[in-house]
């Protein structure tokens, strides 16, 4: 059994993770910013909490060393998202997105996973299966979004499909750096969280599939590939 790491993990699809990984006999670490809410989580799932801001380094180097000491990681899920939203849950339109608002949104979303993971390099590396999970989108897709044909062509907004789309290529390029680790992007589908003011069409649960599916995968299975519940879509 292995040990998980799930940043984000106090609500929504990491929260959702994270029970399925504790109810399969894995050891769960829950991630959060916030310690009474991630406390509050872990206690009810009967995971381990760790403190951890993805924007900031003292809490992520914290975090390495606090499960480091207690044992080392063998999966890490990046989980924890942002996505910027107007008054009544509006999609901010492209004329409206602002450098402020990109470089919040790719603080967490990009430079997290980074800062995150690459705190966390030196412990994957001494697992004897180490696992990265990137949770992306379907609307890192720059194959889906110029298609006139697919939904997703309509998502007008800049900063967050263009942070999973950096999300999609760091996956890529992480994969290519450590080939004895399984490095994926997935795509949970549309769900209803707090991040899209629960206007997403599927449940937790159904979304969390594809992130323990992967997280769940060993030394054998695929890496540097953007995958959803029915198999690899295009980049
Ligand atoms: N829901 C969907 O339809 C959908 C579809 C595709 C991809 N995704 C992706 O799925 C992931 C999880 O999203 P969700 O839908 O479950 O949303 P959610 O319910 O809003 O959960 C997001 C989680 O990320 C945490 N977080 C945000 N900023 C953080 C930071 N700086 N440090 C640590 N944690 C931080 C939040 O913590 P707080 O409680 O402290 O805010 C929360 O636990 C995201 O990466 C999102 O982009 C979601």
């Known amino acids: 059994m292995t040990t998980t790491l799930i940043t984000g993990a106090n609500k929504g699809l990491g929260l959702e993770a994270a029970r399925r990984l504790v109810a399969a006999g894995h ?24 403190q951890l801001d993805v924007t900031d380094d003292a809490s992520v180097q914290a975090a390495a060393k606090t499960i480091e000491a207690e044992g080392g990681l063998d999966v890490l899920v990046n989980n ?29 979303n990009v430079v997290g996973v980074v800062r995150v993971t690459h705190a966390f390099l030196p412990l994957l590396q001494r697992s004897a299966a180490p696992v990265v999970v990137n949770v992306s989108s379907g609307l890192a897709s720059l194959t889906r979004l110029s298609d006139p044909d697919s939904p997703a062509h309509f998502y007008p907004a800049l900063a967050y499909p263009a942070s999973k789309t950096a999300l999609n290529m760091i996956t890529v390029q992480y994969a290519k750096a450590f080939p004895e680790m399984r490095v994926n992007a997935v795509e949970p589908g549309f769900t209803a969280t707090d991040l899209n003011g629960r206007t997403g069409t599927q449940t937790v649960e159904q979304g969390a599939e594809i992130i323990v599916r992967m997280a769940r995968l060993g030394p054998d299975g695929p890496t540097g590939r953007y995958v959803d519940v029915d198999g690899s879509l295009p980049w």
């Not at 939203?85 to 608002?101: F, K, L, Q, V, Y």
């Open 27 to 50: 050891t769960v670490y829950i991630g959060a910013r916030n310690a009474e809410r991630g406390r509050h989580a872990a206690e009810r799932l009967g995971a381990r909490f760790v």
């Open 80 to 108: 924890a998202g942002i996505e910027v939203r107007g008054e009544h849950n509006a999609i901010p339109a492209a004329a409206d997105t602002t450098a402020d608002e990109m470089r919040t949104v790719f603080e967490t």
